[in-house]
């Protein structure tokens, strides 16, 4: 355990500074730009990109937003399909809706989220934060700061995104909105509600003010996708022996040893209908009093439950043979591409076997966030702040996933890629229905609980001198305390019930095998007919030219389980129903302590006004990991090396502690070229912490598989240090219109290390083992690229009705390298950064009319650099949305929203574009509502 202590110096500096300073109420969103202007009344198109632009130029640092049109009216449903309208910023997909962010390229725990500039608890099991858990109707604006400033917290190498939400006394007055839609969507046909209520008021002296604002939403998303692995290809390692398609090519009805090929059909071959419930409930709640000229009090809160079921409808089958496979198929009738890879095959023979799959992946998720803000004027150039707040965020999941297998055999299985299709067609003769017989084989039950607590208190000070070159001083102490705990669930022995008793029999459980059958080489249960459900969906991957299977039939879990117990309920309670798997069981709690101050300097050089902000934050972080382990004290080994005892083995509490702490300085200028145009130079120390699963406490030893003569042991490290980088942007910014602005910018990313995995000798409790576990690496890696954005008005360049055009242009470029040289070799980008991307906006405001078509677009990007048969890559993906409204009276209006007008297909590939492993078509959403406000 290693403990640092801050010296008294620091802490006595920090104090006496955050005694003569002051900081407003919201120090994340650029505290000095908030204090000195009024916000925009902001209503409309036009007006929120006026809004947005009026913050940007004023900001200290790099910032892009998006703001709402009106109250309770966010440009996108989704708030991550909100922020990819930014420059730089890409997304993740679920089911084809925004999910998780990706900031030039930089995504995970390379990003901090903060609510009203306080970090945000999240259900996710990592750093990252799902932005699909908060409905865009509780939203005001979201700001991205892509450069740091002292008073932001540390831990985004890629950007700080801060979720705004209104102030009562930001209102006009008595305000109440509401809208109400029923959202189509193509593939399920189904109409389904979404609706959103605010209501808000002050007082007549603008004394005091309240805003309560709500939303609800439940709609099923299906998406029909293929999915595929393993790939021949003897470049990448994979020889003839190891991979391949075995095809009896001289139709002598066996497979000679010189008769497997490459092949353009994987190994795997999936197809699978995912129907996903997502429920939707969230609430805010926001009071404002300002009892005197000098006092400003806040509280708000905010609290939000997602609900997704995640089911997912599969069937499989194996193109090659496997040794763990009990019977194989006769692979023939095979024509051959000009590669010499197989494009054409049929299975035969009773070893023909599709497999039927039950998967589903629940999200039960609670968010909320408990804030309290306090800021007093102790006299026009001093004024103290005090912040708290609570937040927590759960996912409860105490096993509830499902992977859930059974086998059914067919005569013949074609597959077919000679079409020129981007899919194969593949017909199974006859197709999968809920009356034919099905073998057990196996039922996978899993999940990961977690449970996010987040206590951020600041104490801050902003203070403005009369006199003298410093224009403002910054500073404050900020303390969170982050406690992070899953809690992981598996089935122990899923092939339980496979192969007809046979692992029932190894493990001594009598069963009663009447209902066992064979086909081909396979003996298995045969499940009970009720058991089944014959397909609920149509049209399958509607949209391509391929033929597919025809739908199949899915299960009922619950029977399926009775069936189970009905053979032995002692085995499948012990070995199919999840119990808690204490190595994936942990908790890690970071303390961290902070002290930062920021100097501002507003001067003139060579007649031009220029800001300068020059920032230092230091802090220290207390990092203890808790959770299972085995007493490895009580280890002895005989002369063979292997343990003599077994007390060893009993899983006790474990925890561990350490600290560290980091120094970060910043810069921020700002150079008026011109009164509409700046230039921006920013540059900083920054970081990310390691992923919670490098802290895990579990240490797990092995003395069968030895290497360099020792045992070995896999074990966290909770001692691992942040990755760490420096950063600098350099931008030019032309506000040379109403609502219109160009700018473009260059940034570098210069990472001095990354975490990864380590191997040394190393005697733990007494015992020499070869120890696996996370480290700080000797390698990095670069980040650099540009950003170009340009946002024009048409208003006064068009004549009527046209003046009513405008239109929103983005582009980001983005390149990496690492410094690591078997990774440098390979040449690939960092996993999940598109190297292009752009955004488009088109939209129209006049005459109570407000349209808006929207494409975004990235280029392809690495899923996995090490993949089976080369690098997987999602292609180039490209999406186009519209919304249009009405106003059918004053402050009443009908609206259309639509997403994925083109339904575009999301896919990708392993190496070569042909070779496609993955292909997802998720339709078109429509939407058709009323919105008022009174």
Request: no cysteine.
């Amino acid at each position: 355990m290693n403990s640092i202590t801050a010296k008294p110096a620091i802490l006595s500096l920090a104090i006496s500074l955050a005694l003569s300073a002051q900081v407003s109420a919201e120090q994340q969103s650029d505290t000095s730009t908030e204090q000195e202007v009024e916000y925009i009344q902001v209503s409309g198109i036009r007006s929120s990109i006026k809004e947005s632009l009026f913050q940007k130029q004023n900001a200290t640092s790099v910032v892009d937003l998006v703001v709402a049109d009106d109250i309770g009216k966010f440009p996108d449903e989704n708030l991550a399909e909100a922020l990819q309208r930014i420059p730089g910023i890409t997304i993740t997909r679920n089911g084809g809706e925004g999910q998780n962010i990706l900031v030039r390229g930089l995504g995970g725990g390379y990003n901090v989220t903060t609510l009203n500039g306080r970090k945000l608890a999240s259900e996710f099991a990592g750093r990252d934060f799902n932005f699909d858990t908060i409905a865009s109707e509780l939203v005001n604006v979201l700001k991205v700061y892509k450069s740091p400033q002292a008073q932001l917290p540390e831990g985004g190498i890629g950007a700080v995104i801060d979720i705004e939400t209104r102030k009562p006394l930001q209102l006009d007055g008595r305000t109440i909105a509401a809208s109400v839609k029923g959202i189509y969507e193509s593939r399920t046909e189904d109409v389904h509600p979404h609706a959103s209520l605010i209501i808000g008021d002050k007082t007549a002296d603008s004394s005091f003010g309240a805003l309560f604002s709500a939303v609800y939403s439940r709609k099923t998303l299906r998406a029909d996708t293929y999915s595929a692995s393993g790939f021949f290809d003897e470049d990448e390692g994979w020889g003839v022996d190891s991979a391949g398609v075995p095809v009896d090519h001289n139709n002598n009805g066996v497979i000679d040893d010189n008769e497997t090929f490459a092949s353009k059909i994987p190994s795997y071959m999936y197809f699978a209908n995912a129907q996903d419930i997502r429920e939707r409930l969230g609430a805010t709640l926001a009071l404002q009093w300002r009892p005197t000229d000098k006092l400003d009090l806040n509280f708000d809160a905010l609290y939000s439950r997602y609900n997704t079921d995640g089911n997912r409808y599969q069937i499989g089958f194996v193109n090659y043979d496997e040794d763990w496979t009990p019977g194989t198929p006769l692979f023939s009738d095979a024509e051959f591409d000009d590669l010499n890879r197989v494009i054409k095959m049929r299975q035969t023979g009773e070893n023909t076997m599709v497999e039927l799959l039950n998967i589903s992946s629940p999200r039960k998720t609670d968010t909320y966030q408990l804030g309290f803000n306090a800021l007093y004027q102790l006299t026009p150039q001093w004024s103290v702040t005090l912040d708290a707040a609570l937040s927590e965020a759960k996912n409860q999941n105490a096993g509830d996933n499902r992977f859930i297998v059974a086998r059914g055999f067919v005569d013949a299985i074609d597959i077919d890629y000679s079409t020129g299709h981007m899919l194969p067609d593949v017909t199974i003769s006859p197709g999968l229905t809920a009356e034919q017989d099905y073998g057990a084989h196996y039922s996978y039950n899993s999940g990961t609980g977690v449970d996010d607590k987040i206590t951020d208190l600041k104490l801050l000070t902003n203070y403005v001198p009369l006199a003298g070159i410093v224009s403002k001083i910054d500073a404050g102490l900020h303390y969170v305390k982050q406690t992070k705990s899953q809690s992981q669930f598996a089935s122990a022995n899923p092939s339980q019930f496979s192969r007809g008793g046979f692992y029932l029999t190894r493990d001594g459980y009598s069963f009663d095998n009447s209902s066992v059958f064979s086909k081909g080489e396979f003996e298995l249960f045969k499940i009970p007919a009720d058991v089944f459900v014959p397909a609920n969906f149509d049209n399958f991957l509607d949209g391509e030219n391929s033929t597919s299977p025809a739908p199949w039939p899915s299960f009922d879990y619950d029977k399926l389980l009775a069936y189970y117990r009905s053979l032995n309920a002692e085995a499948a309670d012990k070995s199919i129903v999840a119990v808690q798997n204490r190595a994936g069981s942990y908790q890690v709690a970071e303390e961290v302590s902070t002290a930062f101050i920021e100097l501002t300097i507003e001067q003139e050089m060579f007649g031009l006004p220029y800001m300068l902000n020059f920032g230092l934050r230091a802090s220290q972080t207390d990092v203890t990991s808790s959770g299972f382990g085995y007493d490895l004290s009580k280890v002895t080994l005989d002369s063979e090396g292997q343990p003599v005892n077994n007390d060893w083995r009993q899983v006790l509490p474990v925890s561990y502690s350490d600290s560290y702490r980091n120094v970060l300085p910043s810069v921020n200028f700002k150079l008026n070229l011109a009164d509409n145009l700046l230039l921006r130079l920013s540059a900083a120390d920054v970081l990310s912490r390691p992923a919670l699963y490098y802290l895990r406490s579990w240490a797990a030893p092995n003395f069968t598989s030895r290497e360099q003569g020792l045992p070995t042991l896999a074990m966290g490290n909770p001692g691992v240090k942040p990755e760490e980088a420096r950063q600098a942007d350099l931008t030019l910014e032309w506000y040379y219109g109403d609502s219109s602005a160009l700018s473009g910018g260059i940034f570098v990313k210069d990472i001095k290390s990354f975490v990864t995995e380590g191997k040394y000798a190393a005697n733990v409790a007494g015992t020499q083992y070869l120890v696996t576990t996370s480290v700080n690496g000797d390698y990095g890696a670069s980040v650099t690229g540009y950003e170009m954005a340009w946002q024009q008005s048409l208003q006064d360049w068009l004549p009527e009705p046209f003046n009513g055009l405008g239109f929103q242009l983005n582009y980001t470029y983005v390149d990496s390298s690492y410094d690591e040289p078997a990774l440098k070799a390979k040449d690939l980008p960092f996993q999940g950064m598109s190297e292009n991307s752009y955004n488009a906006v088109l939209y129209y405001e006049q005459y109570g009319v407000q349209a808006r078509l929207a494409y975004n677009w990235r280029s392809k990007f690495v899923t996995n650099p090490e993949d089976w048969g080369g690098a997987s890559w999602i292609a180039d993906y490209g999406q186009l949305d519209a919304s249009f409204s009405y106003d059918i009276m004053p402050k009443l209006s009908l609206f259309v929203e639509a997403t994925n007008l083109t339904n575009s297909r999301y896919w990708g590939y392993v190496k070569r574009e042909d070779q496609v492993n993955y292909l997802e078509r998720f339709g078109t959403q429509l939407a058709l509502g009323i919105r008022g406000s009174f």
